[in-house]
């Protein structure tokens, strides 16, 4: 299973999801173009020092991301989405995809995942904080394939 981010725009956001993907053993993948520079310092922070037991892949673009997917399901969240994620059935191997803060993703991104999931927001709300949104999920995704860790 992994963590896929498109376009992300705060580095505080990555470096959560980084920490979540060291913590529960998930790669992250990052499509560019970042909303901040790679080498900010505000990602090392926020990830500390689990940024070195996190496997990154940066792809150029959602194109080349695509290609090196390989198969695996892409699972979008998105709050567009009509499907809760806690009646879906995940697998092992599905890719996990959140969109920008600010946007979400595309209407061409979101035609070509395989399906979109909601996950469970009060109405007077607008959306979750990206890394929030990544935790519920994956908690789940992890929960229902039996990939928590020990």
């Known amino acids: ?7 992300p725009e705060i580095a505080g956001n ?27 310092r505000r990602v090392r922070r ?8 996190v496997s990154v892949t940066r792809h150029a673009d959602f194109a080349a991301f695509r290609a090196a997917r390989h198969g695996a399901r892409l699972i979008l969240f998105s709050t567009k989405a009509t499907q809760g994620a806690y009646d879906f059935n995940f697998a092992p191997d599905d890719v996990l995809l959140f969109g920008k803060e600010s ?24 959306s979750m904080n990206l890394a929030t949104a ?17």
């Open 1 to 7: 299973m992994r963590i896929a981010l498109y376009e």
């Open 14 to 40: 990555v470096g959560a999801v980084m920490r979540l993907g060291a913590c529960l053993g998930v790669a992250v993948d990052l499509i560019e173009p970042l909303g901040f520079a790679w080498d900010d």
């Open 46 to 53: 926020t990830a500390m020092d689990y940024i070195d037991h």
């Open 103 to 126: 946007a979400g993703v595309p209407q061409a991104v979101a035609d070509r995942c395989d399906i979109g999931l909601r996950l469970p927001i009060r109405a007077e709300v607008r």
């Open 134 to 150: 990544a935790a519920l999920a994956l908690g789940e995704a992890l929960r229902q394939t039996g990939g928590l860790p020990g």
